[in-house]
């Protein structure tokens, strides 16, 4: 069993930005590709971003991509999410997740994850 814990969620105006953490406490970080999901009240959990074990394969959500980055510190077994210019319809759980796969390798399913952290709450609001 894989435990994840992000941090970094919490209150931003629109325009603002935020970076989000996830760690594996206790397991071995390079073994999983990772990604991001969020779930907004009464909406499904919703693919963000994913990247490969060795972090060089990754893609984004046509509605995240050129404003938030993936990214993840193999030697700090530690994934990020940068997010920028950060917009109230942005406001969610955001989740990550982890999957046993190949070094290039990446999903954009949930169903296609084996683990996942608790969430932390993201909020855009003026």
């Known amino acids: 069993q894989v435990r994840l814990v992000e941090s970094g969620g919490g209150l931003v105006q629109p325009g603002g930005s935020l970076t989000l953490s996830c760690v594996t406490p206790g397991g071995t970080f390079t073994d999983y590709a990772m990604g991001w999901f969020r779930q907004a009240p009464g909406k499904e959990r919703e693919f963000v971003a994913a990247?490969?074990?060795?972090?060089?394969?990754?893609d984004y959500s046509d509605s995240t991509k050129g404003r938030f980055t993936i990214s993840r510190d193999n030697a700090k077994s530690t994934l990020y999410l940068q997010m920028n210019s950060l917009q109230p319809e942005d406001t969610a759980v955001y989740y990550c997740?982890?999957?046993?796969?190949?070094?290039?390798?990446?999903?954009?399913?949930?169903?296609?994850?084996?683990?996942w952290g608790q969430g932390t709450q993201v909020t855009v609001s003026s």
């Open positions: 997740a982890a999957v046993s796969v190949g070094g290039f390798a990446y999903y954009k399913s949930r169903t296609d994850y084996e683990y």
């Open positions: 990247i490969s074990r060795v972090g060089i394969t990754f």
